[in-house]
Every structure is written in structure tokens, then in C-alpha cells.
């Protein structure tokens, strides 16, 4: 059974940093691409950033410069590397996976979730 445990969030002034890291588990063939999404309260989820296995990234307009994603893929993990946080940012951020478990077919799979807060 595949696994999404994510790990990173919390509590950050203004214009701090956090690093988000997302390790995939299980019985795994193939991880097509890995992603950030977030959802703030009474906002629908969005996409922050994505990665896919050739390493080709798309981020949203709201953290181009500031966010980086990135992967080790030995370790089946993605990070999402966030610098210059703004209170905008706070959200709850989950990690996402497009892969192939072994023996079966391609799908997505879903983290818990984990908060971020920026605030004074």
C-alpha cells in the first residue's frame, strides 16, 4: 500500500523560510510526478507546484521566485523549498504523487496535509 507522509510545516514570520519535504512508500513501480497543492480557508485547493520525473517544473504565479520544488528520487521524496513567506501563503499544503504501484495502474495518491502559517 502506497504512502504519502509529508513533514516541514508550521509556524513563520513574514519573510521567513520553510522547507516541506513529501516520501512516498510502498510498493511503487514508477512515480510519474509529484506536486505541491494548498488550500487556505474558504479558498478552493490549488496547485503550488509540480515536478515531474524528467524534472520538468510548473509553478503557480503567486510563487514563481520564491518556492522551489525538487526531488531525490532514490528516496521517493519531494521538497518544496519556500523563502520570502508571505501571509498569503498560509495555507494547508498537501503533497501529491502520480505513480504506478506495482501491479497495478497509474493514479494519484494523496498526503494528510500539513499547515503552514505565516504570520507576526
Known amino acids: 500500500q502506497v504512502q504519502l507522509v509529508e513533514s516541514g510545516g508550521g509556524l513563520v514570520q513574514p519573510g521567513g523560510s520553510l522547507r516541506l519535504s513529501c516520501a512516498a512508500s510502498?510498493?511503487?513501480?514508477?512515480?510519474?510526478?509529484m506536486g505541491w497543492y494548498r488550500q487556505a480557508p474558504g479558498k478552493q485547493r490549488e496547485l503550488v507546484a509540480a515536478i515531474t520525473s524528467g524534472g520538468s517544473t510548473n509553478y503557480a504565479d503567486s510563487v514563481k521566485g520564491r518556492f522551489t520544488i525538487s526531488t531525490d528520487n532514490a528516496k521517493n521524496t519531494v521538497y518544496l523549498q519556500m523563502n520570502s513567506l508571505k501571509p498569503e501563503d498560509t495555507a494547508v499544503y498537501s503533497c501529491?504523487?502520480?505513480?504506478?504501484?506495482?501491479?497495478?495502474?497509474?493514479?494519484?495518491?494523496w498526503g494528510q496535509g500539513t499547515q503552514v502559517t505565516v504570520s507576526s
Open positions: 510502498g510498493s511503487i513501480s514508477y512515480i510519474h510526478a
Open positions: 501529491n504523487a502520480n505513480l504506478r504501484p506495482t501491479g497495478w495502474g497509474r493514479r494519484d495518491y
